[in-house]
């Protein structure tokens, strides 16, 4: 075969892949995975998009968001990304964070401060993924649309599939969350916080900054869900943890830092040492678990139904 010929075999080829990059699929037609961890070939980064939610497209329920194997808790023990058929991008609101982005199943989507969102990249690998499973879709996957712009919305490649993006910023849900609307995952370790339908951090505002604080809105609180949430802005603190409440002599071990420090389980209480700001206490390590907010940086573990302290986060807040 000729050269002269060879190069019309390829420029008819190259033709031909052109057109059918530029055919659309699905309602919302294709959008290409960009921003590529590792590459990935043009055929596997079409992706079809509709609009409104899985259920109301008639989608296979079993095979998306709504799986039992999708849930969150499910997804951590698994050493490599869930791959789905579909996936569905939600504009809701759960707890205090409003708006925030969920997937077909009613979880909070999260993302992670240090990731980068130009270009699209994840650093959250290994056993982190674990914690955070990413949101990943199967190459010719479908993505639902409920109230998100989808120029808001990316991929990048990841394992089998592709992890979707919005904003530039790689989304995950977070193995605590137990159930659809629970916000556990927001404020851990001063980096995951909810994502908005824009990509911004769910809970802070316009400007990614705290919401100003009203002093007439409530004071301490306790439980998983507290009225005022600790957010990224963390302040280097020094605290006291004691094992008797009445004595603060009693030291069990001094914490300090900023942002999400772990502490020793075997104290009673918590105070200033020198003479820092509120603090949020944890029944897990990492900030997981139970929480409360210590406005004034002390106080009585047991006061805040929380048996043991294993992790404070030290820093600001604000009211939500």
């Known amino acids: 075969m000729s050269r002269t010929r060879s190069s019309v075999f390829a420029a008819v080829a190259l033709a031909g892949t052109l057109l059918l990059t530029a055919c659309g699929g699905g309602d919302e037609g294709t959008q290409k995975a960009e921003g590529s961890n590792s590459a990935g070939s043009a055929d596997q980064s079409q992706l079809s998009f509709q609009k409104g939610t899985a259920k109301q497209n008639n989608a296979d329920l079993s095979t998306g968001d709504t799986a039992a194997d999708a849930a969150p808790a499910r997804q951590s023990q698994v050493s490599s990304p869930v791959v789905r058929k579909w996936v569905q991008l939600s504009a809701s609101a759960a707890g205090a964070l409003d708006p925030v982005v969920t997937n077909g199943a009613g979880f909070v989507l999260y993302r992670f401060d240090k990731d980068t969102a130009d270009p699209s990249k994840s650093n959250c690998v290994d056993d982190c993924q674990k914690t955070w499973p990413p949101l990943v879709v199967a190459p010719k996957g479908k993505v639902f649309i409920d109230g998100i712009d989808k120029s808001k919305i990316g991929f990048i490649k990841r394992g089998k599939g592709f992890q979707v993006t919005l904003g530039g910023w790689p989304v995950y849900l977070f193995s ?18 909810g994502v908005t339908p824009d990509g911004e951090r769910a809970g802070q505002g316009t400007d990614g900054s705290a919401p100003e604080v009203d002093p007439a809105d409530g004071g301490q609180q306790g439980g998983d869900q507290p009225k005022r949430e600790l957010v990224e802005r963390s302040v280097e603190g020094r605290y006291k943890i004691v ?70 986060f030290i820093g600001e807040f604000a009211a939500n």
């Open 176 to 193: 605590k969350d137990q159930a659809p609307g629970d916000t556990n995952g927001q404020g851990v370790g001063g980096t995951w916080f």
């Open 243 to 312: 094992e008797d409440p009445n004595d603060s002599e009693s030291a069990a071990g001094i914490v300090s830092g900023k942002g999400c420090v772990n502490t020793p389980s075997f104290g009673a209480a918590i105070g200033p040492d020198e003479g820092s700001g509120p603090i949020k206490i944890w029944s897990g390590k990492d900030c997981t678990g139970k929480s409360a907010l210590l406005e004034d940086g002390s106080g009585t573990f047991a006061n805040f139904g929380i048996d043991k302290v294993n992790s404070i």
